[in-house]
């Protein structure tokens, strides 16, 4: 074990990957001697080659298409779309042929593709680089979305998404490349659909995912002074989600606190408060919230972006209500 | 022998098998279109009748690993690369031995097994898709071509312009084969494109743009012949422009009133089919009772993929969530 960062982990992640099987390929903008946007393959094309680390031209819709051409000929390719607003690009490959080919060709073709892209608020990006779209990718069926919020998990599910055959849309984010944790040197996988339980609690059920976790964790900290035991879930990933897991804490504590970065209407947190009041009514001994991103454009000026978003006082104060309820 | 006989003797060869193959196309979408009237196939069937020395004359160039990126109008190509008409026809009635197990029916046929990678429903989507299969084949150094088939209406698209340039910076084995039938749905492509002629849109990337009669099959095959033996040997994409006229509506039931009668006259008098029938007979390639007999046989192949298809059950309920992802739900 060593400590190094989530931006680190993943390139060793790719290293790896690509020397063990080389139908991996790299596709995006700027990725091979410039290292990427976010320097995540620094270094790659030195080990691979101009062939294996493509740089694409600014052409989003047909850098996710010429991945999935690719995937269906023989290829894993990994596509990086440099920030998740600009998928939006690509939203026909991306929703109309990548999620749709396997099943809409009986199962002929798998689609072995992972799609690289970062999100998040970064401290003054404003509207148009700062948006967390991952439910457009939740809400269509045929993608898996993977949505890490630290090293170990960000290495160890990398690999697993380019291992995996079908298409699956790895989300990471903006603060996080720079945060450091442990990682293991020998090899590993992390199975999706499994979320990490980060503390272990008695009193509330908090839920979350990808850069909101160290907010979660803090507030976690506070209300453990006041003597109120948080259990706090990182879902890692959002398809397949483990409201197993979630069910089970719950279970365990009658309340649950949803928090995450991505507006508050149509979030994960209203599908998750939908399933567990299916599932698990009786055991909840108070309505379920949720917070999430006040639902406008990201502004930009710092006085008006620190208001948009969850953070540990905001969460400190609905754990506190949902105790009192 | 002179040059020119030495092409009358091999089209005389081809000759045949051409017109069986564009035989098949057409009797086929007749079929198909008599069991959409009928209710056997549902909702919507885009007939490719007019056009079909377009797809014969171009995947006839091809072996049977090249690939092929087709379009919501795809009957004709997945017949011209080889496509069983039994498993096509039990997909369009939406049945489990169809080829995609009835989950994709007429607008989302593919034929992997013959290099057939999809009917593309989006306009132009198949463009980048072929891009990356092109891609593909470089990196795998297989010596394989990919063709990828798009309407006039997708040339306005901005992935025909992301994906032409992509196929040329990187030198990539793709025909791009644009089957100009002069109508977007109902608009006439003077209405819609500053240059109509889209074969000249090929100078923006640098790559051989050419146009030909896209109802000679020879015209066809040949422009197609040099474009594939060029991605072949590495010299990167092309642009062809095959120009022709579908006799139906854009999709069955579509009336098609936007386009003045005679222009349509005009084109059923260049039917691809009649004209390549009276060379057959005319320059004795073949025998009016070997003709016949061929035609009979084409008939009864759609006769049989239709019993094929009525005989076939249906999907099965376990079927509905299976393949979304490689065939596991929940790995």
């Known amino acids: 074990m060593r400590e190094i960062s989530y931006r680190d982990a993943?390139?060793?992640?790719?290293?790896?990957?690509?020397?063990?099987?080389?139908?991996?390929?790299?596709?995006?903008?700027?990725?091979?001697?410039?290292?990427?946007?976010?320097?995540?393959?620094?270094?790659?094309?030195?080990?691979?080659?101009?062939?294996?680390?493509?740089?694409?031209?600014?052409?989003?819709?047909?850098?996710?298409?010429?991945?999935?051409?690719?995937?269906?000929?023989?290829?894993?390719?990994?596509?990086?779309?440099?920030?998740?607003?600009?998928?939006?690009?690509?939203?026909?490959?991306?929703?109309?042929?990548?999620?749709?080919?396997?099943?809409?060709?009986?199962?002929?073709?798998?689609?072995?593709?992972?799609?690289?892209?970062?999100?998040?608020?970064?401290?003054?990006?404003?509207?148009?680089?700062?948006?967390?779209?991952?439910?457009?990718?939740?809400?269509?069926?045929?993608?898996?979305?993977?949505?890490?919020?630290?090293?170990?998990?960000?290495?160890?599910?990398?690999?697993?998404?380019?291992?995996?055959?079908?298409?699956?849309?790895?989300?990471?984010?903006?603060?996080?490349?720079?945060?450091?944790?442990?990682?293991?040197?020998?090899?590993?996988?992390?199975?999706?659909?499994?979320?990490?339980?980060?503390?272990?609690?008695?009193?509330?059920?908090?839920?979350?995912?990808?850069?909101?976790?160290?907010?979660?964790?803090?507030?976690?900290?506070?209300?453990?002074?006041?003597?109120?035991?948080?259990?706090?879930?990182?879902?890692?990933?959002?398809?397949?989600?483990?409201?197993?897991?979630?069910?089970?804490?719950?279970?365990?504590?009658?309340?649950?606190?949803?928090?995450?970065?991505?507006?508050?209407?149509?979030?994960?947190?209203?599908?998750?408060?939908?399933?567990?009041?299916?599932?698990?009514?009786?055991?909840?001994?108070?309505?379920?919230?949720?917070?999430?991103?006040?639902?406008?454009?990201?502004?930009?000026?710092?006085?008006?972006?620190?208001?948009?978003?969850?953070?540990?006082?905001?969460?400190?104060?609905?754990?506190?209500?949902?105790?009192?309820? | 022998m002179s040059l020119v006989d030495e092409e009358e003797k091999q089209r005389?060869?081809?000759?045949?098998?051409?017109?069986?193959?564009?035989?098949?196309?057409?009797?086929?979408?007749?079929?198909?279109?008599?069991?959409?009237?009928?209710?056997?196939?549902?909702?919507?069937?885009?007939?490719?009748?007019?056009?079909?020395?377009?797809?014969?004359?171009?995947?006839?160039?091809?072996?049977?690993?090249?690939?092929?990126?087709?379009?919501?109008?795809?009957?004709?190509?997945?017949?011209a690369k080889g496509a069983s008409l039994d498993r096509m026809m039990a997909e369009l009635l939406g049945r489990s031995n169809g080829y995609c197990r009835g989950k994709g029916g007429s607008m989302h046929l593919a034929t992997f097994e013959v290099g057939m990678l999809g009917a593309i429903g989006i306009v132009a989507a198949g463009i980048p898709i072929a891009v990356g299969a092109g891609l593909s084949v470089k990196l795998r150094k297989t010596r394989q071509v990919v063709i990828c088939f798009f309407g006039d209406g997708a040339v306005n698209q901005g992935a025909f312009h992301e994906g032409l340039n992509m196929a040329a910076v990187w030198n990539l084995p793709v025909v791009f084969l644009c089957e100009n039938n002069f109508y977007a749905i109902s608009t006439h492509v003077s209405r819609v494109s500053a240059v109509t002629e889209v074969a000249r849109r090929s100078c923006a990337y640098d790559i051989p743009g050419k146009r030909v009669d896209g109802n000679s099959v020879w015209a066809v095959y040949e422009a197609v012949q040099e474009a594939v033996a060029r991605a072949r040997h590495g010299h990167g994409p092309s642009l062809i422009e095959a120009l022709t006229y579908r006799h139906e509506g854009h999709y069955k039931g579509d009336p098609g009133h936007y386009r003045p009668p005679e222009e349509l006259k005009k084109w059923q008098r260049k039917d691809p089919i009649k004209k390549l029938r009276k060379e057959l007979l005319a320059k004795n390639w073949l025998e009016p009772k070997a003709l016949e007999e061929l035609e009979q046989e084409v008939a009864q192949d759609v006769q049989r993929a239709v019993e094929f298809a009525r005989k076939s059950p249906y999907p099965a309920e376990e079927e509905l969530t299976s393949d979304i992802f490689g065939g596991d739900h929940r790995k």
């Open chain 2, 12 to 79: 005389s060869v081809l000759a045949p098998e051409f017109y069986r193959k564009m035989l098949a196309v057409r009797l086929f979408e007749q079929r198909a279109i008599e069991l959409y009237t009928r209710g056997e196939i549902r909702g919507v069937i885009h007939p490719y009748i007019g056009e079909e020395a377009v797809a014969v004359g171009a995947c006839a160039v091809l072996n049977n690993d090249d690939y092929v990126v087709s379009t919501h109008r795809g009957h004709g190509h997945c017949i």
């Open chain 1, 10 to 325: 993943i390139n060793e992640a790719l290293q790896e990957e690509m020397k063990r099987d080389e139908r991996v390929i790299l596709l995006g903008e700027d990725i091979s001697h410039y290292g990427g946007p976010r320097r995540v393959t620094w270094g790659l094309v030195e080990s691979f080659g101009e062939d294996r680390v493509r740089d694409t031209p600014i052409s989003e819709n047909t850098i996710i298409g010429t991945g999935l051409g690719a995937a269906i000929t023989g290829m894993r390719p990994l596509v990086e779309i440099s920030y998740i607003d600009f998928a939006l690009l690509a939203m026909d490959q991306i929703g109309n042929q990548v999620a749709k080919l396997s099943y809409m060709t009986g199962g002929q073709t798998k689609v072995p593709l992972v799609i690289r892209t970062q999100g998040g608020a970064g401290g003054g990006t404003a509207a148009q680089h700062s948006q967390s779209l991952e439910m457009l990718f939740v809400h269509i069926p045929g993608l898996k979305v993977v949505i890490p919020a630290t090293p170990y998990d960000a290495k160890g599910l990398i690999k697993m998404a380019i291992r995996d055959d079908s298409p699956v849309v790895f989300i990471e984010h903006k603060l996080l490349y720079s945060t450091k944790g442990m990682v293991p040197e020998e090899e590993y996988l992390i199975p999706f659909g499994k979320a990490a339980i980060r503390r272990s609690g008695s009193d509330i059920t908090m839920v979350t995912y990808s850069a909101m976790l160290s907010e979660v964790m803090a507030a976690a900290d506070v209300l453990h002074q006041k003597e109120i035991e948080a259990e706090v879930l990182d879902l890692r990933t959002l398809i397949p989600l483990d409201i197993d897991g979630v069910l089970a804490s719950v279970k365990k504590t009658g309340r649950l606190l949803i928090i995450h970065e991505a507006s508050l209407v149509g979030g994960m947190g209203a599908e998750i408060a939908a399933q567990v009041q299916e599932q698990a009514f009786d055991y909840l001994d108070a309505p379920v919230i949720r917070l999430g991103a006040v639902p406008i454009p990201i502004p930009y000026s710092e006085s008006l972006e620190r208001l948009v978003f969850p953070n540990k006082g905001k969460i400190v104060t609905a754990s506190r209500a949902l105790i009192v309820a």
